[in-house]
C-alpha cells in the first residue's frame, strides 16, 4: 500500500515564525503535491515537483516556499506566518509509472493554526 | 476562471437510496482525466472513481458510478445504495494533458453528503 505521511496532524505556531510542513512517501513517486483547503474554497495548490530538486508554482504559491533534496520528502516552508495561512494542508504524490490512473496518493493532512 | 463547478454545497439522502453529486468541468485540451474523491470527517482523501476522456464507457467500482456526458462536460458521481458511511465531503477534480510529468489537479469546492437513516 501507498503511504504518504505527513510530519504533524495539528500545529500550532505564531505570527512570524518560520513553519516547517514535511511529507514523506514510501512509494518511489517522483511527483509530490502540496495543497492548501479552506471551507469552501476545495483544494487549491500551493507547489508541486516533478523530482529531487525540481519544483513549479501552483495556484496560490504566495507566502510560501519548498525544498525537495530527496525523492520521498517534500517540505513545505511559511517563511513568516500569518493569521491566513490558518488551514489544513494536504500533500499527495504520484508516481510516473501510474501512467493509466493518473491517481494521487494523499496524506493524512496538517491543521495549522496561526495565532 | 473556475474549471470544476460543484453546485450542491450539501445533499441529504436516505440510507439506502441512490443519490447524484453534480461536477461540471472546463477545459479545452482533448485530454483530460475526472476524478471523485471522498473525505470523511478525519480529514484523509479517498480516491473513489477515474474517468478518462478517451474512455468509451461509464466508469464504475462497487456502488460508484460516474455519468460521463461529454458534450455537456458533465461528470456526475452516482451513489447507488447509500450507506449511513457515505456521509463525508465529496470532491470532483480534474487532471489536464496527458505529459507524465505529473500534472496536478483542479478541484471544485466540493459537496456535503449526510446520509440518514
Known amino acids: 500500500d501507498v503511504k504518504v505521511t505527513q510530519s504533524s496532524r495539528y500545529l500550532v505556531k505564531r505570527t512570524g515564525e518560520k513553519v516547517f510542513l514535511e511529507c514523506v512517501q514510501d512509494?518511489?513517486?517522483?511527483?509530490m503535491f502540496w495543497y492548501r483547503q479552506d471551507p469552501g474554497l476545495g483544494l487549491r495548490l500551493i507547489y508541486f515537483?516533478?523530482?529531487?530538486?525540481?519544483?513549479e508554482k501552483g495556484d496560490i504559491p504566495e507566502g510560501y516556499s519548498v525544498s525537495r533534496e530527496k525523492k520521498e520528502r517534500f517540505s513545505l516552508i511559511l517563511e513568516s506566518a500569518s493569521t491566513n495561512q490558518t488551514s489544513m494542508y494536504l500533500c499527495?504524490?504520484?508516481?510516473?509509472?501510474?501512467?493509466?490512473?493518473?491517481?494521487?496518493?494523499f496524506g493524512p493532512g496538517t491543521r495549522l493554526t496561526v495565532t | 476562471a473556475q474549471k470544476i463547478t460543484q453546485t450542491q454545497p450539501g445533499m441529504f439522502v436516505q440510507e439506502k437510496e441512490a443519490v447524484t453529486l453534480d461536477c461540471t468541468y472546463d477545459?479545452?485540451?482533448?485530454?483530460?482525466?475526472l476524478f471523485w474523491y471522498k473525505q470523511p470527517s478525519s480529514g484523509e482523501m479517498i480516491f473513489l472513481i477515474y474517468?478518462?476522456?478517451?474512455?468509451?464507457q461509464n466508469a464504475t467500482e462497487g456502488r460508484y458510478s460516474l455519468n460521463f456526458q461529454k458534450a455537456r462536460k458533465s461528470a456526475n458521481l452516482v451513489i447507488s445504495a447509500s450507506q449511513l458511511g457515505d456521509s463525508a465531503m465529496y470532491f470532483c477534480?480534474?487532471?489536464?494533458?496527458?505529459?507524465?510529468?505529473?500534472?496536478?489537479?483542479?478541484f471544485g469546492k466540493g459537496t456535503s453528503l449526510l446520509v440518514t437513516p
Open positions: 499527495a504524490s504520484r508516481g510516473w509509472k501510474d501512467i493509466f490512473s493518473y491517481e494521487q496518493y
Open positions: 512509494m518511489d513517486h517522483e511527483n
Open positions: 515537483s516533478y523530482d529531487v530538486k525540481m519544483k
Open positions: 477545459t479545452s485540451d482533448p485530454s483530460y482525466g
Open positions: 474517468q478518462g476522456s478517451y474512455d468509451q
Open positions: 477534480a480534474m487532471r489536464e494533458g496527458d505529459s507524465n510529468s505529473g500534472y496536478a489537479l483542479n
